[in-house]
C-alpha cells in the first residue's frame, strides 16, 4: 500500500493550491480517503475526506466553502483544491486511506478499520 501526497509549497494569503494523494495497493473504490492536517504546536485535525465509490464528502467547518476535495478514479488519486488560503491553514498535509469507508468518522477520528498513511507535504501560507 502506498499514498503519495504532493502539490505543497509556499504561497500568501489569499492564493490557492491543489494538493494530489495517489494510491496504490489497495481497492480505491472500496476505502475513504481523507486529508489531515498537522498545524506547528496542535493536533493533527482532519481537514477533508470522501469515499471514491459514492462521492460522499466530509469537511471540517475551518475549511468548508474554501477547499474541494475530489477523486480521480481511473488515476485512484484524490485532489484537496484550497482556495482563499489563509496563514492558519500552515502546517503538514498528510493523505490516508481507512477501510471504514464513512467520511465523516475517520476525519473526526482520524482512524477507521485498517489504515494506511502517506508521506505529508507541507504547505505554508504568508501574510
Known amino acids: 500500500v502506498q499514498l503519495q501526497a504532493s502539490g505543497g509549497g509556499l504561497v500568501q494569503a489569499g492564493g490557492s493550491l491543489r494538493l494530489s494523494c495517489a494510491a496504490s495497493?489497495?481497492?480505491?473504490?472500496?476505502?475513504?480517503i481523507g486529508w489531515f492536517r498537522q498545524a506547528p504546536g496542535l493536533d493533527r485535525e482532519g481537514i477533508s475526506c470522501?469515499?471514491?465509490?459514492?462521492?460522499?464528502?466530509f469537511y471540517a467547518q475551518s475549511v468548508k466553502g474554501r477547499f474541494t476535495i475530489s477523486a480521480d478514479r481511473a488515476k485512484n488519486t484524490v485532489y484537496l483544491q484550497m482556495n482563499s488560503l489563509k496563514p492558519d491553514d500552515t502546517g503538514v498535509y498528510y493523505c490516508?486511506?481507512?477501510?471504514?469507508?464513512?467520511?465523516?468518522?475517520?476525519?473526526?477520528?482520524?482512524?477507521?478499520?485498517?489504515?494506511?498513511w502517506g508521506q505529508g507535504t507541507e504547505v505554508t501560507v504568508s501574510s
Open positions: 490516508a486511506a481507512f477501510s471504514e469507508a464513512v467520511p465523516k468518522v475517520v476525519c473526526v477520528h482520524g482512524a477507521g478499520g485498517n489504515d494506511y
Open positions: 495497493g489497495f481497492r480505491f473504490g472500496d476505502y475513504a
Open positions: 470522501m469515499t471514491a465509490r459514492d462521492g460522499s464528502t
